[in-house]
């Protein structure tokens, strides 16, 4: 497999990552029933940044994963896919 195909190919995974752990950050704050003022007050993250990840406009870290369940008490395995 050519270098240009691989790196396609993990960036559609990284991609699909993104767009499942916004989500299921999204679902688990409205299960809540919170803005993203809310979930953004909780966790300490600007509500534009919160948009950003539910938008898959932008991979959080595991530690921005573990605040944001921590915000949502929730384990976050809930945020994680459980396939990519």
């Known amino acids: 497999m050519c270098e ?3 790196k396609y190919i993990t960036m ?8 499942i752990v916004g989500a299921n950050i999204r679902e ?3 299960k809540k029933g919170w803005s993203q003022d809310q979930l953004s ?4 993250f600007y509500r534009t940044y919160i948009n950003l990840v539910e938008t898959a406009k932008r991979t959080p870290s595991s530690y921005t994963l573990f605040r944001v369940a921590k915000a949502l008490k929730v384990p ?6 459980s396939t990519v």
């Open 76 to 81: 976050v395995d809930n945020l994680y896919p």
């Open 28 to 30: 688990e704050r409205k």
């Open 41 to 44: 007050a909780e966790c300490g």
């Open 4 to 6: 240009l195909l691989r």
């Open 12 to 19: 559609l995974s990284k991609l699909r990552f993104t767009e």
